[in-house]
């Protein structure tokens, strides 16, 4: 196991970034968002985009996953779509690399499983596949994969139908029984105990993203639970 990714074992690793119309989307903003997370304990950053990867990069020493979104022909995200993309990323700094290891077909006219093998052949750096099935995650670990993460658990075509408020336990769980190297949680880890659930279902650690570093989904969940309440006592 490459030495970045055990570093990342049993800890948490906090995603900084945020959409474009947010009023942290900022390069300094979301450094220090990883600076913070840095100073609470967080084992690794995971963040978007090369000027935001150079910012994190000067302000902290942590494991740093970089990824570049993209899009699929039809509109949905393509997690670092091809390799003038990966190259960017480690010249601004990125230690591990994650990307999109769906059979979906790419801008590149590859498809993920063909793009990650080239990938795979061409670079040293750990490669972390994000996949949204249990056989993606079984064909992403036979490939090569440092580890694999359930980031599109929920975010496909064909697996929104299963998308939930909770993380997707079940896939973690099988997963972490089914491959030898780390499976990592990822996707609507909103609490703390979302996050220890995960490791006793098997994940090797933890990813948490919007429930630290997007002020405003976090007070948007405060309001619709607080309508919610009103409603039913209303009734």
Sequence with gaps: MHALIASLQNGIIVSCQNDQDD?????????????????????????????????????????????????????????????????????????????????????????????????????????????????????????GADAIATTLAGYTEYTQKTLTGEPDFTLIEELSRAVKIPVIAQGRIWTPQHATEALKRGAFCAVAGAAITRPRMITQRFVEALKLKTASTQK
């Design 23 to 143: 009023p942290f989307n900022s390069p300094e903003l979301v450094a220090k968002f990883a600076l913070s997370a840095a100073n609470g304990g967080a084992t690794g950053i995971r963040t978007e985009g090369i000027e935001n990867i150079s910012a994190v990069r000067s302000a902290v020493n942590l494991p740093l996953i970089g990824i570049i979104d993209g899009q699929f022909g039809n509109g949905w995200i393509c997690i670092t779509p091809d390799f003038m993309d990966i190259e960017a990323l480690l010249k601004a700094g990125a230690d591990i690399i994650a990307l999109d290891v769906t059979p979906r077909k790419r801008p590149n006219g590859m498809d993920g499983i063909e793009f990650f093998h080239e990938v795979r052949n061409a670079y040293d750096n750990p490669l972390i596949a994000d996949i949204s099935t249990f056989e993606e995650g079984i064909r992403a670990a036979e490939m």
